[in-house]
């Protein structure tokens, strides 16, 4: 009787593993989704739909991972899964809204731009994959790919219903931002991942009001606080790296200043 009891409870824990490993994965398969819907209303020429699409791929994107972690169910079929849909709903399909929307008049050009995009936020997810293990968890090195796409997309839903850019103008904010966004991704430039944020004492009262200040800023208008946030996560690394270069140079020169020997005048 006692074998047949722990044979059932083994069963039943293994089938609870299972079902933990499959609500990330199944997350993960609603963030491939939307990618691939984006990529669908990109080709009839709805960019509207195709932003919200990619937002919401991100908001599964999140879950999926938190999912993963809380339930201890991370592994290496999930990772490389992930992966997968992230090159598809955050690099093919912002890659093709931005050539569709703003490049597509620019010739191999445009095309060049569109792809260096997707390519670099490719090698941005290989090299995250291949250093995960000896990565610092409080930042990320470059910028994350589903943050590059957040600027895209919000981008988009801001310039269909706040700024209007002209035919001349949109090609070339659109030509900076995708080649900025780029080389943030594969740069070495540091981006806080909000990991190390600790929900204890007075810290979880502040933070609970910012955030309540966050949400009703975006619910209030989000065609512009939504582009606000993702373009200030993206600034936010270099402005960080200059900030501790001029920092440094600074305290180096009063240094200096300090060991120069005093001479005193002769009476």
Known sequence: ???????????????????????????????????????????????????IAILVAMIFDVLDGKSARLTNSTSHFGLEYDSLSDVVSFG???????????????GTFGVAVMFAYVAMGAVRLARFNS????????????????????????LVILEQHVVRMGTDVKPVVVLIITLALSF??????????????????????TYLVWGILALMLIAAWPEVMLFVVFAGYALMGPTERVFWLVARATGKKALLKSDQPVIEPKA
């Open 1 to 51: 009787m006692r074998g047949n009891g722990l044979r059932q409870a083994l069963v039943k824990e293994g089938r609870k593993r299972q079902a933990m490993h499959l609500i990330p994965n199944l997350l993960t398969t609603g963030n491939l989704f939307c990618g691939v819907y984006a990529i669908l209303s990109v080709f009839n020429a709805n960019y509207m739909a195709a932003a």
């Open 92 to 106: 093919v399909a912002p890659g093709l809204l931005i050539y569709s929307w703003a490049l597509s008049g620019q």
């Open 131 to 154: 250093t995960v293990a000896l990565a610092d968890s409080k930042y990320f090195t470059g910028l994350a790919i589903p943050a590059a796409a957040g600027v895209v997309a919000s």
């Open 184 to 205: 943030l991704m594969v740069s070495t430039v540091k981006y806080r991942s909000f990991k190390d944020m600790k929900f204890k004492g007075r810290q979880q009262i």
